[in-house]
């Protein structure tokens, strides 16, 4: 009998698929003191993808999508499927037994698991529904989540949350769009794994995925331009002479194209927005660790975005991440001016 390859047990072209469930169990093997706790972890995860990919797909059917008067801590509209799933995510890392505090873009304030039958040595911080504004029009919107480890998870401190992106253990999103996607590292490269809804697991098919040098396609929201700082308005006239545009408009969906394709992402802080837009912890922290575990690299301009200590939980920054190269052009557009 022939040998099966890798990788066609990893894109599905064999008999013998690898389930993320399967994978990540497999890493276990490579970490001495592994627990299996980081497992049990991430299969809470999974499940609360799975479920809000299923909720996404009635969205229209059931009538989730109507205002519901309330704003999260943002000064955003929140609709009900945001507050589905972020009730969602919370219980499923809750029952996990594996999780000692959440960060939600949904909740004012971190919440410490009460329960300490219940409490973990993790901290997740999570954007339950990024991009939902785009819901009503069909566009792909998705959960971006991080996992930190906490030094005592029977006193956890403010010191566990506010601290730089290096500290990350894991993170990754998942896609709710044509089909369901979730690209996870755990420190060691990047997979994506999609969701075959025939068996309701989730199945790898992009296995190490690695970022060209240099890529073809900036994608950045142009309207913002008359806002944007000098290097930002440099970046933009110089790579729109040789580079395709392409703005989603929904985080997720712009980086998932980004590993995928090479190129580069920015939001940066401008006029509007002094310190940005995007949120440290559960927007910022997670894509660039994942591009850089991809070999690509995130910065604010001035400084890698992984070496930000955030002041609050729900602080914000200004972001180009993408193809090491492109990003390398902006970090020098930057030093230019502070010349």
Partial sequence: MPETKFDEIAVGRGTDLVTLTRWVLAQQQYVPEATGDLTLLLTSIQFGCKFVASKVKQAGLVNLLGLTGTANVQGEDVKKLDLLANDIFRNALISSGKACVLVSEEDENAMVIQDH????????????????????????IGT????FKVADHENPTEKDLLRNGRELIAAGYCMYGSYCEMILSVGNGVNGFTLDPAIGEFIMTHPDIKLPPRGKIYSINEGNYKHFDEPSRKYVDMVKQKYSARY???????????LLYGGIFGYPADAKSKRGKLRILYEVFPMAFLIE???GKATTGTMDALDIIPEHIHDRSGIWLGSKEDVEDVEALYKQQQQ
């Fill in 117 to 140: 039958n219940q409490r973990g040595k993790y901290i997740v911080t999570f954007d339950p529904l990024d991009g939902s504004s785009n819901i009503d029009c069909g566009v792909s």
């Fill in 144 to 147: 971006i989540f991080g996992i």
């Fill in 248 to 258: 989603v408009g929904s985080m997720v969906s712009d980086i998932h194209r980004t």
């Fill in 293 to 295: 575990q991809a070999g």
